[in-house]
């Protein structure tokens, strides 16, 4: 299964050209810079899409700064046995490229493909309330999903209005995921609320 203005006066950003008071529509984390690689102003990229390098069919991307967002272009990329690195458009320097570290990678959700029916991306299921088929009790709302390797898994915090404030782990499988229903805002799950 495949794995979010006001107007202001316009600044420039420091790297680039692209005015501080841009913003993406719609905007999606997808990844995010961790480090700065070598002296050259290369970072290093942890990509939440399904495959790594997918992240790169999504340019431009925006990353949410102290000063707001900031759109970036990526002039070379490559993917090594240690993960993705990048070096964005005009950062020839470590320091610099550092400033861009520790901060999410955004898109606009408008550049994802069309998914087949029964198909959703990450970010259509987070916020979903989660309903079990047992005694239909709410259990609470998608937080988060993990990739555990055998299959995604659901993070499902309880809120005021669920059984109880307890975080449940449920595996986004057919056994348990009964029906996904965007338009409702919710989550048919087979999941003992005891558990």
């Not at 006001?6 to 913003?23: F, I, L, Q």
């Not at 009790?137 to 055998?150: F, K, N, W």
């Not at 975080?167 to 989550?187: C, S």
């Amino acid at each position: 299964m495949p794995g979010f203005s006001k107007h202001r006066p316009t600044e420039m950003n420091p790297v680039g050209s692209v005015p501080v008071d841009s913003v993406p529509v719609d905007p999606v984390i997808v990844g995010r810079i961790t480090t700065v690689h070598g002296i050259k102003g290369w970072v290093k990229v942890h990509s939440f899409t399904e495959l790594a390098e997918d992240i790169f069919r999504y340019p431009p991307w925006w990353l949410k700064t102290p000063e707001g967002w900031r759109e970036i272009e990526i002039d070379q990329c490559r993917a090594t046995n240690k993960g993705l690195l990048v070096h964005i458009d005009g950062v020839d320097d470590r320091e610099v490229a550092r400033q861009y570290c520790q901060l999410n990678i955004v898109v606009e959700k408008s550049q994802f493909p069309e998914l087949e029916q029964g198909e959703y991306y990450w970010h259509q299921l987070e916020g979903l309330t989660v309903i079990t088929c047992q005694g239909d009790t709410r259990l609470g709302v998608v937080d988060s999903l993990m990739e555990t390797g055998a299959n995604d898994v659901l993070v499902v915090k309880g809120d005021k209005e669920s059984l109880d404030r307890e975080e449940r782990l449920i595996p986004y499988t057919e056994q348990f995921v009964l029906r996904v229903d965007l338009d409702a805002g919710k989550i048919d799950v087979d999941w003992d609320p005891e558990f």
